[in-house]
């Protein structure tokens, strides 16, 4: 294998492939990252058997072939070669590289034990702008439960209803639900997927008004982005049922400016932090009245409001709020609230684009 190419393209595709290598891998194998010349392209692809990532950057071939090299050290190297171009070529159980005047070698590992993606038939599918879904994972991923008490919590339900993809991940404190057009749907698409191989798809996601094609069978999903193809295993079981989680029945309907209120909160935070983050809200018709207590101090605010419905009282983990708004990009929210020990819900002003379900903490006295 010999082949010659930019080296910011192929330190970039070192940096995306590498983000599918596991940090607790007991398979040697799976520390590294897989090198095909082939044609006019050099393909990379590192896996930890849940996350398979692949990508593609344009080479001059000399002599075709692949091999598997240590990834992260191959990767950081890469990193600080400042030269344009490098040239790199196999040996027998060696990668060199070349750079101006400089030559270095890494090992490299068996490519004939590297594990092959899982091939996606495509029966259930759908395409999206990239910005969009972007986006609308990364309403809900951090909803997802951390620890394994109910394993399918700890993944985001991704399905299509109509010409929309819903996005849906709780944790039994929290729910997120968000939404983006799609279209060129095929089938039924309804998968959950583990919210850490989400978070590391959408770092790989761009901006730039690109599609990505979405395919999806029993076990695993591909995203196709082009040059680049992301393929997830998915969790098995039935989701929640959260649609039947979001209150029906609103008493009070709060719009507020979302600014306003955060940094009412924030303040209302300094002294509630040891005491769990717990701030209360009292809201009636004009203001919100933000107040916590603890032996460091008495933190009051007044946030303008518009109230439709009754005063209510009520208390939260401002992480959670905060949480939710900082995915937030409209200036004025709705939330919804109906007793104070209800959940509240946060909602766009107009539109569904968004869902936030937030649980109370009790207020005592």
Same mark, same amino acid.
């Given at each position: 294998?010999?082949?010659? #190419?930019?080296?910011?393209?192929?330190?970039?595709?070192?940096?995306?492939?590498?983000?599918?290598?596991?940090?607790?891998?007991?398979?040697?194998?799976?520390?590294? @990252? +897989?090198?095909?010349?082939?044609?006019?392209?050099?393909?990379?692809?590192?896996?930890?058997?849940? &996350?398979?990532? !692949?990508?593609?950057? %344009?080479?001059?071939?000399?002599?075709?072939?692949?091999?598997? =090299?240590?990834?992260?050290?191959?990767? !950081?190297?890469?990193?600080?070669?400042?030269?344009?171009?490098?040239? /790199?070529?196999?040996?027998?159980?060696?990668?060199?590289?070349?750079?101006?005047?400089?030559?270095?070698?890494?090992?490299?590992?068996?490519?004939?034990?590297?594990?092959?993606?899982?091939?996606?038939?495509?029966?259930?599918?759908? *395409?999206?702008?990239d910005k969009d879904l972007k986006e609308t994972i990364e309403g809900v991923?951090?909803?997802?439960?951390?620890?394994?008490?109910?394993? /399918?919590?700890?993944? #985001?339900?991704?399905?299509?209803?109509?010409?929309?993809?819903?996005?849906?991940?709780?944790?039994?404190?929290?729910?997120?639900?968000?939404?983006?057009?799609?279209?060129?749907?095929?089938?039924?698409?309804?998968?959950?997927?583990?919210?850490?191989?989400?978070?590391?798809?959408?770092?790989?996601?761009?901006?730039?008004?690109?599609?990505?094609?979405?395919?999806?069978? +029993?076990?695993?999903?591909? $995203?196709? &982005?082009?040059?680049? +193809?992301?393929?997830?295993?998915?969790?098995?079981?039935?989701?929640?049922?959260?649609?039947?989680?979001?209150?029906?029945?609103?008493?009070?309907? *709060?719009?507020?400016?979302?600014?306003?209120?955060?940094?009412?909160?924030?303040?209302?935070?300094? =002294?509630?932090?040891?005491?769990?983050?717990?701030?209360?809200?009292?809201?009636?018709?004009?203001? /919100?009245?933000?107040?916590?207590?603890?032996?460091?101090?008495?933190?009051?605010?007044?946030?303008? #409001?518009?109230?439709?419905? %009754?005063?209510?009282?009520?208390?939260?983990?401002?992480?959670? &709020? $905060?949480?939710?708004?900082?995915? @937030?990009?409209?200036?004025?929210? %709705? /939330?919804?609230?109906?007793?104070?020990?209800?959940?509240?819900?946060? &909602?766009?002003?107009?539109?569904? %684009?968004?869902?936030?379900?937030?649980?109370? =903490?009790?207020?005592?006295?």
């Amino acid at each position: 294998m010999k082949f010659v #190419c930019n080296t910011k393209e192929l330190s970039d595709a070192l940096n995306t492939v590498g983000k599918a290598i596991s940090n607790k891998a007991n398979i040697p194998i799976l520390e590294g @990252i +897989k090198i095909r010349a082939e044609g006019d392209e050099v393909t990379l692809a590192a896996t930890d058997l849940e &996350l398979y990532i !692949e990508t593609r950057i %344009k080479a001059s071939v000399k002599l075709e072939g692949e091999t598997v =090299v240590t990834g992260r050290i191959f990767a !950081e190297f890469m990193r600080k070669v400042a030269d344009e171009e490098v040239d /790199i070529e196999k040996y027998t159980s060696t990668l060199s590289v070349s750079y101006g005047m400089n030559t270095s070698e890494f090992q490299c590992m068996d490519d004939d034990t590297y594990p092959e993606p899982k091939e996606i038939s495509g029966e259930n599918a759908f *395409v999206a702008k990239d910005k969009d879904l972007k986006e609308t994972i990364e309403g809900v991923i951090f909803c997802a439960a951390q620890d394994d008490s109910r394993p /399918i919590l700890r993944g #985001c339900k991704l399905e299509v209803e109509d010409d929309m993809l819903v996005a849906a991940a709780l944790d039994g404190y929290r729910l997120g639900v968000t939404r983006c057009h799609v279209f060129g749907q095929k089938g039924d698409f309804a998968v959950v997927i583990p919210a850490k191989n989400l978070q590391e798809i959408v770092k790989v996601i761009g901006e730039e008004g690109g599609n990505v094609t979405v395919q999806a069978e +029993k076990t695993h999903v591909l $995203f196709d &982005l082009g040059s680049t +193809k992301i393929t997830t295993r998915v969790l098995e079981g039935e989701f929640i049922q959260y649609k039947k989680i979001i209150p029906e029945a609103v008493s009070s309907s *709060v719009s507020v400016n979302k600014n306003a209120l955060e940094m009412g909160l924030d303040r209302a935070t300094l =002294v509630a932090r040891n005491k769990k983050n717990y701030v209360k809200l009292s809201i009636s018709s004009g203001t /919100i009245a933000v107040d916590s207590s603890s032996e460091l101090g008495k933190i009051h605010e007044s946030v303008p #409001c518009d109230l439709s419905g %009754k005063d209510i009282e009520i208390a939260f983990n401002t992480r959670y &709020l $905060f949480d939710a708004f900082s995915r @937030i990009k409209e200036d004025f929210i %709705k /939330i919804n609230l109906s007793t104070s020990n209800a959940p509240a819900v946060i &909602l766009p002003t107009e539109g569904d %684009k968004y869902l936030y379900l937030v649980l109370p =903490v009790r207020l005592i006295g």
